[in-house]
């Protein structure tokens, strides 16, 4: 189904993060996107596909406040943002604990109130006896886990996630991808997720979109009709197959 703007102003009032006509033209001339309309309700994950270069990133660093578009207007309802991005970015001389304590500590939290909020989201997250563990002591996925605690610590309203396991190799990704999944129905955030796997957008989603090549729009959009919890078995099944195949299909058309 074409994406158009047909949101009432009731919806947008009830959005966490809403994009209204959003453009970007960046200072080379370079135009990422081109009239994007989205609205994120706590309790929804979407999921962003396209081709390479058509502005997904640059989508996320405007919702996250990082850039400013040049048209349009962004409303974000919320300043509890949890933002993943394509590597950990761990500071390597920091245990996972201090990692995991950094954000909280930036924003001026009493050391005992981070330190239980840390550990709390290494717990969710799976990494307990790791605490004391350097970066380079922990696999990829580990360390992709420790990113997803950093910002659990804060508790976020509006999760964005930029292509957070590409890097992986297929078992770690789709054992994350779980991993998320069990959080979003736990914490009910509104999730915006960013990736060029088909497969793992109907998966993790209750709504997929999909963009245009650069100047990157929004072309198609497909809802997940599949419950949450999500049965990891999903994967394997006819009606998976084939709404992976329509997004496909579509994303083949954008490009």
Known sequence: MTTTDTTSVHTRAASLLSFDDVEMTFPDGTVALHSVNLDLKRGEFVTVVGPSGCGKSTLLRIASGLETPSHGEVALATDRIGYVFQDATLLPWRTTRRNV???????????????????????????????????RQLSG???????????????????????????????????????????????????????????????????????????????????????MPRDPEIRFTPEFAELVGEVSHALREAH
């Open 101 to 135: 304590e950094l954000l909280a500590e930036l924003h001026g939290e009493a050391k005992d109130r981070r330190a239980a909020a840390a550990q709390e989201t290494i717990d969710l997250v799976g990494l307990t006896g790791f605490e004391d563990h350097l970066p």
């Open 141 to 227: 996925g580990m360390r992709m886990r420790a990113s997803l605690a950093r910002s659990l610590t804060l508790d976020p309203e509006v999760f964005l996630f930029d292509e957070p396991f590409g890097a992986l190799d297929e078992i770690t990704r789709e054992r994350l991808n779980d991993e998320v999944l069990r959080l979003f129905t736990e914490k009910k955030f509104a999730g915006l997720f960013i990736t060029h796997s088909v497969s793992e957008a109907v998966y993790l989603s209750t709504r997929v979109i999909v963009m245009s090549g650069r100047p990157g729009k929004f072309v198609a959009e497909f809802d997940v009709p599949f419950d």
